[in-house]
């Protein structure tokens, strides 16, 4: 009798165990790719963010509890769920949020691979015992493009005169992540008697890589009738990459030159050519006379000397 029960109960733990066994594994982690395509990477922004959502589809009949594990390219950091409890039969969606990745120091379009890793916990409020389950999925992040420009116009060593000139070097700098070159070039100032020449369009024939510089000079030059006066030299470019995207990255800097009036001719009292202090020539049209003429007139002064005597 006693033998008979426990074969029955036996058989009752089987039966009641076998469709819960037919249910183990019945579970798995997706991420909802860009596009519905796992080849397409998330792209990250200028300030290193990109936002990730992810699934655990639970097709059993108990409740299971994971716990999530993270791994992030580029030095990024992960802000997403530690652990969830996902209801017998349903799907949840959660979302991890990447952030730090300085995207200045890697070249534009650099992919890198992300996983996310589930862990099972429990099933049915009862602890996973070794080896457990897990299930894994990953996905690519990539640099984004950044257009970016730094620009510097150099000070005069000293003031110019009015009916002179001034040399200014200019430095344009690409602080971006992705060759660029200068699409567009302005000078402006504050004073209509000071000219400006193109000597800045040179910069929009040069390729600048990353964190490279290349420089030009501009001339400024002052009318003789320039009065005193300081002026403000303003100098803005903007990115010619960023122009053939469809968005606008300008840079500027400026520099003040102060005129002073033109230098004076210096007072020579004694120079001929002072107006102030002219000189008469006297011309005449009669030959100078020659060497032969002054020894005869010497001669003829001496002899009507001698007669006199």
């Known amino acids: 009798m006693k033998s008979r029960l426990c074969i029955g109960l036996a058989l009752l733990l089987l039966a009641s165990a076998t469709p819960v066994q037919g249910q183990l594994g019945a579970w798995d982690l997706g991420i909802e790719y860009p596009g519905d395509n796992e080849d397409m990477p998330f ?16 097709d059993e009949f108990q409740d299971i509890e994971v716990e999530f594990e993270y791994d992030i390219p580029f030095a990024g950091e992960a802000d997403g769920p530690e652990s969830e409890t996902i209801s017998g039969g349903s799907n949840e969606t959660f979302t991890l949020s990447v952030s730090g990745i300085d995207v200045w120091n890697y070249a534009a379009d650099s992919k890198g691979e992300f996983t996310i890793t589930a862990n099972l916990v429990s099933r049915a409020g009862l602890p996973i015992g070794l080896p457990g389950e897990s299930e894994e999925a990953s996905g ?19 003031p110019m005169n009015a009916g002179s000139d001034v040399i200014l070097r200019v430095t344009v700098t690409n602080t971006g992540n992705v060759q660029d070159k200068v699409g567009e070039v302005e000078v402006a100032d504050n004073c209509p008697l000071l000219t400006t020449d193109n000597g800045l369009d ?32 303003e100098v803005t470019v903007s990115s010619n990459g ?15 030159v102060t005129v002073e009036p033109p230098l004076e001719e210096p007072d020579d009292s004694g120079d001929s050519d002072d107006p102030d202090n002219p000189v008469e020539v006297i011309s005449s049209s009669l030959p100078a006379p020659g060497v032969a003429s002054v020894f005869c007139a010497l001669a003829m002064a001496l002899i009507a000397s001698n007669r006199r005597r």
């Open 242 to 256: 960023a122009m053939n995207s469809g968005g606008s990255v300008l840079a500027d800097a400026e520099t003040t």
């Open 202 to 233: 040179v910069l929009m024939t040069r390729d600048i890589n990353a964190g490279q510089t290349t420089e030009a000079d501009l001339r400024a030059t002052a009318s003789e009738s320039h009065p005193r006066r300081n002026c403000k030299i």
């Open 140 to 158: 690519w992040l990539k640099i984004p493009r950044i257009y970016s420009m730094e620009l510097d116009v150099a000070d005069p060593v000293g």
């Open 43 to 58: 792209n990250v922004d200028k300030d290193g963010r990109s936002t990730i959502q992810f699934f655990v589809n639970n």
